[in-house]
T-cell receptor
């Protein structure tokens, strides 16, 4: 089975802190994605990567950056966390037609 | 992107078939229809996808109308564990082989004992 893991299920940070969310997949997938999910807004794509060191902006990249130094790992970085970044963050990797999602990280910024 | 429309909620009796409809009247000829579901507090889970023909796998069946303007996901024998939000999605192409999935509000399916 494909496994996508995320570093934390729950995270609480303070405004202004730098936050790292880590995602690891074990199936050698080229494509990886970061989404955030908010009530009433569905899943929105933040960034995606189609190869090591390659990244592209999604629909809502402002306030975020990403890093993909190794194929299996895709990191989401909040340079200076703000309260409006409180959300559920979901990582996914894909092969062909199917995206496999991790369990999500619920981030609260105080 | 082709927009999808789904009913906000549906109920189904345990053991019966659950039929979840989706309208996608503006779908283009090379766009696939995908179904995912999300059980509370978990990441979305892939169920099935199709282009023109009906598809079946171990989880569900997908029926696409001949004009491709709508589709139905069928869970043949619903169980309580199938209670989830079900998303019907039309795929948008991104760079390389990446494919963005645009999730709408989906249908909350509740399987009743």
């Amino acid at each position: 089975d494909v496994k996508v893991t995320q570093s934390s299920r729950y995270l609480v940070k303070r405004t202004g802190e730098k936050v790292f969310l880590e995602c690891v997949q074990d199936m050698d997938h080229e494509n990886m994605f970061w989404y955030r999910q908010d009530p009433g807004l569905g899943l929105r794509l933040i960034y995606f990567s189609y190869d090591v060191k390659m990244k592209e902006k999604g629909d809502i990249p402002e306030g975020y950056s990403v890093s993909r130094e190794k194929k299996e790992r895709f990191s989401l970085i909040l340079e200076s966390a703000s309260t409006n970044q409180t959300s559920m963050y979901l990582c996914a990797s894909s092969f062909s037609h199917t995206q496999y999602f991790g369990p999500g990280t619920r981030l609260t910024v105080l | 992107d082709a927009k999808t429309t789904q009913p906000p909620s549906m109920d189904c009796a345990e053991g019966r078939a659950a039929n979840l409809p989706c309208n996608h009247s503006t779908i283009s000829g090379n766009e696939y229809v995908y179904w995912y579901r999300q059980i509370h507090s978990q990441g979305p889970q892939y169920i099935i996808h199709g282009l023109k023909n009906n598809e079946t796998n171990e989880m569900a069946s997908l029926i696409i109308t001949e004009d491709r303007k709508s589709s139905t996901l069928i869970l043949p024998h619903a169980t309580l564990r199938d209670t989830a939000v079900y998303y019907c999605i039309v795929r948008v192409a991104l760079s390389g082989s990446a494919r963005q999935l645009t999730f709408g509000s989906g249908t909350q399916l509740t399987v009743l004992p």
